[in-house]
């Protein structure tokens, strides 16, 4: 009996979305280059053609043509989002390549407060907010809050907003392409993914840093798990292949997998609702993380970029208390809420247009939501089907025990309803996330309203009142009845 089934697929797609992001190099050219004078109107069968021969810029500058003339084209929209979704995944790799990206606001330092941080319940909620709201990251080997900052300001947030404005085109023209009912196969190897001007899809696609080279399908399908000295690059001296059917058919129902793997012209994926509906899941949950990092500010004052430094370089009691005594402007050993506030604006404080990315980021969720929907939906239609070629036909879920009934009606309702009812925060403790109370973008103009008083002294280290000013964050969050 055939094992594969809806999370194998999903599973493949979210690895090629980390190794996009991790180590493609830029490719030449835009949607919307210039449309070649004279000759026949170009069709969507011309532009893919194009792009099933790796011919890049001539299928943007048809593309474009095309979509003049008929606005609409569900074929065109859905080879537009496929390339600006391509395009954006480059863009973030440009980004996540700069180590500044990685924000001293950082998990690993959070571990590293002291356990009596942790010992009041309020902080339980407070840390629920926080990481459904404001994701944070790794730390960086080294830490320069003035460099950092000077990143932040004047290339990663006018970079997110160009990214998260090709992101939205993309969603735009998926969400047209899924609700129409088309189909088209892509050869994906052709495309010259190593950038060096020429279409090589019958060799191997090579990732390296400089001292390891390893073969990106081995990456891609979990063959290998190789450990680099440095941020991976793809090789251009290496081909351009990194999809074979044979494997992936192997990996799925249990065969012998294939070594070396043939790479030809059978190494192409049927392209149909099913699998616009994961990309389009893949575009609005990349935009989803985006959107709170446009919505809050995360300067601090410049007179507390030492102490920031110092703790994060050093974490202790100590040097944390540096910066709660900086915030104490009363010197009584007591943060309230206006000493938030006073001391630390604008961190946390909308930045300009954060309002209208809050509720970009609802509306991104529901997005991913509907295309995972309309994944499952395309897999219950393509039950009777059996194509290898297709991630989500009959082929591959052909176990007629399989029911998605119960995750289209979570997917459904949220939805419908924006919530998300019955998580489980502990072993014994639920709480329902009702994602719709950020469209009242009044209750989040600031952060730090949320934040509880804080009292320390040298017995007792520091702690939190355990009532917070709001524990439901302006109803974001809805505890169960006692």
Known sequence: MRKAHFFIIVAIATTLTIFLVGCMSPIAGNIGGNVPGGGTTPTTDDVLSNLNQGNIDEAKEQLEQVLQDNPDDPVARALKGILETRDALVQLSELTSNSKMFSPYSID??????????????????????????PMTRQPSTVDVQGFYDYYNQELIPALEELHELLESAEEDLSVAVDANIEFHLQVNTLDWDNDGTAEPNQPLIITDGIISVEAYKIIFGL??????????????????WFDIETLDALVQGGQIPDPPEFNDNDYIQIDNGELGLLLTIVTSLKALIDPILTWNLNIPQDLYDEVELYLTNPSTMTLYQIFDFID????????????????????????????????????LVSAANGLLR?????????????????????????????FDE????????IDTEDVPDLLIT?????????????????YQDLKDYFPDAHWDEIEGIMFDEELPDPTFGGFI?????
């Open 375 to 403: 994944s499952i939906e395309d897999i219950e239609n393509d039950l009777d089907a059996s194509d290898v070629h297709d991630l989500t036909s009959g082929y591959y879920f052909v176990d007629p025990s399989m029911d």
């Open 224 to 241: 290998e798990e190789p450990v680099f000295s440095s941020t991976p690059t793809i090789d251009p001296n290496g081909g351009d292949a």
């Open 427 to 443: 072993t014994d403790a639920t709480v329902t996330l009702h994602f719709g109370a950020l469209r009242n973008t009044d209750n």
């Open 329 to 364: 402007t009363s010197d009584d050993a007591t943060i309230t809420g206006s000493e938030w506030e006073d001391r630390l604006d604008p961190f946390l404080e909308f930045l300009p247009g954060g309002a209208d990315y809050l509720v970009d980021f609802v509306d991104s």
């Open 478 to 482: 809805e505890y169960p009845p006692m």
């Open 407 to 414: 995750v289209k009606t979570q997917l459904q309702n949220f």
């Open 109 to 134: 330092s959070l571990k590293k407060l002291p356990v009596s941080l942790m010992k009041t319940p309020s902080l339980m909620g407070f840390s629920l907010f926080m990481k459904n709201i404001v």
